[in-house]
């Protein structure tokens, strides 16, 4: 039965960068808190894929690093000690008569709540390959689909293939450390942010569009040059190149959670105002969130985990009246 086990007021599946902001707000409503990560390790994708990109749009923050702003995050969250699970992907809900749910994970491990709070991203990532024949060869090499150490492509030409707010990013980021950085991009206009898209176009990366990479050609795994396709009139050209960069996206999947019978639209979960999905008791936040007017910046995140935590709250107290809470007039002593 629930009652042998230790049962958490909230469980937060996920520790990225919203799930940690969650947990953190979750202790100052002194709720008991688990967070529960896929992962060997919290932060989610940020320090995964973006460990240097410099994020601008968190307000009082005017610039800080991927990694940097993960390990503030772990330390907010770790300020009411939360339990902290890793490693596990949460895989069946199901819900007692008392009202407890019970999570089991793919390791067999159970987890006993009164409330849930997803906050899991878009699920699984896995970067979209670039989708040439002799392209796996070059990957353990020059072929990248993430950028780690900017550092490391000091001085070299690199080839960036996407026009998302990632690819272009990563052209600004780059473009005073390489010696040359090109993008190509399959179409004509940019999907990205127009101010980071300007950015680019005024400086010194040199923007080829309509173009795709059409053939790699090296030796002992090492890319030496790219072959270069315009998509409308079908022309092409060899460039020589030290990296290739891809970011085309990623193949998402949520995993078991889609079949817990939540409503669901666009491979994302549907809520309401408070967060609440079609399950009384479950939350969704940050990008799984589906709902009207939604923001897709880790800063919109930052909102709807206090909204979840509170209505969280008044679902395991629904008769209580819930005050407003800041930090700034929370006693952190001891």
Same mark, same amino acid.
């Given at each position: 039965?629930?009652?042998?086990?230790?049962?958490?007021?909230?469980?937060?599946?996920?520790?990225?960068?919203?799930?940690?902001?969650?947990?953190?707000?979750?202790?100052?409503?002194?709720?008991? @808190?688990?967070?529960?990560?896929?992962?060997? =390790?919290?932060?989610?994708?940020?320090? %995964?894929? %973006?460990? +240097?990109?410099?994020?601008?749009?968190?307000?009082?923050?005017?610039?800080? $690093?991927?990694?940097?702003?993960?390990?503030?995050?772990?330390?907010?969250?770790? @300020?009411?000690?939360?339990?902290?699970?890793?490693?596990?992907?949460?895989?069946?809900?199901?819900?007692?008569?008392?009202?407890?749910?019970?999570?089991?994970?793919?390791?067999?491990?159970?987890? %006993?709540? &009164?409330?849930?709070?997803?906050?899991?991203?878009?699920?699984?990532?896995?970067?979209?390959?670039?989708?040439?024949?002799?392209?796996?060869?070059?990957? +353990?090499?020059?072929?990248?689909?993430?950028?780690?150490?900017?550092?490391?492509?000091?001085?070299?030409?690199?080839?960036?293939?996407?026009?998302?707010?990632?690819?272009?990013?990563?052209?600004? +980021?780059?473009?005073?450390?390489?010696?040359?950085?090109?993008?190509? %991009?399959?179409? @004509?206009?940019?999907?990205?942010?127009?101010?980071?898209? $300007?950015?680019?176009?005024? $400086?010194?990366?040199?923007?080829?569009?309509?173009?795709?990479?059409?053939?790699? &050609?090296?030796?002992?795994?090492?890319?030496?040059?790219?072959?270069?396709?315009?998509?409308?009139?079908?022309?092409?050209?060899?460039?020589?190149?030290?990296?290739?960069?891809?970011? *085309?996206?990623?193949?998402?999947?949520?995993?078991?959670?889609?079949?817990?019978?939540?409503?669901?639209?666009?491979?994302?979960?549907?809520?309401?105002? +408070?967060?609440? @999905?079609?399950?009384?008791?479950?939350?969704?936040?940050?990008?799984?969130?589906?709902?009207?007017?939604?923001?897709?910046?880790?800063?919109?995140? =930052?909102?709807?985990?206090?909204?979840?935590?509170?209505?969280?709250?008044? *679902?395991?107290?629904?008769?209580?009246?819930?005050?407003?809470?800041?930090?700034?007039?929370?006693?952190?002593?001891?």
């Amino acid at each position: 039965m629930p009652g042998k086990h230790e049962i958490y007021d909230v469980t937060i599946i996920g520790g990225g960068p919203v799930g940690l902001f969650t947990a953190f707000y979750s202790g100052m409503r002194e709720m008991k @808190t688990k967070i529960i990560e896929f992962l060997p =390790f919290l932060g989610g994708k940020v320090p %995964y894929f %973006y460990p +240097e990109k410099i994020i601008r749009d968190i307000g009082g923050i005017a610039s800080v $690093s991927g990694e940097k702003l993960t390990d503030q995050l772990i330390e907010q969250a770790m @300020t009411f000690n939360p339990e902290v699970v890793l490693g596990e992907q949460c895989q069946h809900l199901e819900k007692t008569e008392d009202g407890i749910f019970i999570l089991t994970s793919d390791n067999g491990a159970r987890h %006993y709540t &009164r409330t849930v709070i997803l906050a899991t991203g878009f699920g699984t990532l896995k970067s979209v390959k670039l989708d040439l024949p002799e392209a796996e060869q070059f990957e +353990e090499k020059n072929l990248h689909y993430t950028i780690r150490r900017l550092e490391s492509y000091r001085g070299k030409h690199v080839l960036i293939s996407g026009g998302g707010n990632s690819a272009v990013d990563w052209a600004n +980021e780059l473009e005073s450390i390489a010696d040359q950085v090109t993008l190509v %991009y399959r179409k @004509t206009q940019f999907p990205g942010l127009e101010s980071n898209v $300007s950015q680019m176009k005024n $400086s010194s990366v040199h923007v080829k569009i309509p173009y795709i990479i059409d053939r790699l &050609r090296g030796n002992n795994g090492v890319i030496q040059t790219a072959g270069l396709k315009n998509t409308q009139t079908g022309e092409t050209e060899e460039v020589e190149i030290d990296a290739v960069i891809v970011n *085309h996206g990623f193949e998402i999947a949520l995993g078991p959670i889609a079949e817990w019978g939540m409503k669901m639209k666009d491979s994302t979960i549907v809520v309401d105002g +408070e967060m609440a @999905t079609s399950i009384p008791g479950v939350y969704a936040v940050g990008d799984i969130a589906n709902y009207k007017n939604k923001l897709p910046l880790i800063a919109g995140g =930052f909102n709807e985990g206090p909204i979840a935590v509170n209505s969280a709250k008044l *679902h395991i107290h629904p008769e209580a009246k819930l005050a407003h809470l800041y930090s700034t007039n929370y006693d952190f002593s001891d």
